[in-house]
Antibody
Framework: QVQLMQSGAEVKKPGASVKVSCKASGYILSNYALHWVRQAPGQRLEWVGWISAGNGNTKYSDKFQGRVSLTRDTSAGTAYMELSSLTSEDAALYYC??????????????WGQGTMVTVSS | DVQMTQSPSSLSASVGDTVTITCRASQDISIYLAWHQQKPGRPPTLLIHTASTLQSGVPSRFSGSGSGTDFTLTISSLQPEDVASYFCQKYNGAPAFGQGTKVEIK
């Protein structure tokens, strides 16, 4: 069964960084691209960026450029999203989501369960 | 940037009804449109991609149509397990999402 298992909820202070993990099971991480998407309360889903789990190439939304870093550890079958300089506007549910292709189709056929990030002083 | 607008924002229908949700793109996106379902407290799941291609395992009462700027998700014979939010996603380039449509049973 193909699944993406994400790390648990995080509470961070403004200005801090958060790192969320996403472990693939039932398939080989490096065979597919992986996206990160967030959902703030009452807001529509928002694309954060994409990583080629094969060669590690990345592309970020302009909104997050300079603040987000997507990485992966293919031996562990795990991808990571790190977001820095957190503000209250970054409080959201963060999802990893698989692209159906290694060469990018830009939609998502498997979603992780989500990781809640709370930003509070 | 391409903006995605869904309507209605919510609807209530009876079991067995046919439900239609529309999604409009601010620019031509050809058929690069997906529909996702999100049940309360659960992550989204893919229903349809390429505007009208049903994802494997999705019940045939779900169907999608449209191209260019106007798209439709139809649920024929609404079932209790279809209570969820539905959102469209364009994917010709960086993904963008509609604001979602909440479907309830009357």
């Amino acid at each position: 069964q193909v699944q993406l298992m994400q790390s648990g909820a995080e509470v961070k202070k403004p200005g801090a960084s958060v790192k969320v993990s996403c472990k693939a099971s039932g398939y080989i991480l490096s065979n597919y691209a992986l996206h990160w998407v967030r959902q703030a309360p009452g807001q529509r889903l928002e694309w954060v960026g994409w990583i080629s789990a094969g060669n590690g190439n990345t592309k970020y939304s302009d909104k997050f450029q300079g603040r987000v870093s997507l990485t992966r550890d293919t031996s562990a079958g795990t991808a990571y999203m790190e977001l820095s300089s957190l503000t209250s506007e970054d409080a959201a549910l963060y999802y990893c989501a698989r692209d159906p292709s290694s060469t990018l189709l830009w939609y998502f056929d498997v979603w992780g369960q989500g990781t809640m990030v709370t930003v509070s002083s | 940037d391409v903006q995605m607008t869904q309507s209605p924002s919510s609807l209530s229908a009876s079991v067995g009804d046919t439900v239609t949700i529309t999604c409009r793109a601010s620019q031509d996106i050809s058929i690069y449109l997906a529909w996702h379902q999100q049940k309360p407290g659960r992550p989204p799941t893919l229903l349809i991609h390429t505007a009208s291609t049903l994802q494997s395992g999705v019940p045939s009462r779900f169907s999608g149509s449209g191209s260019g700027t106007d798209f439709t998700l139809t649920i024929s014979s609404l079932q209790p397990e279809d209570v969820a939010s539905y959102f469209c996603q364009k994917y010709n380039g960086a993904p963008a999402f509609g604001q979602g449509t909440k479907v309830e049973i009357k």
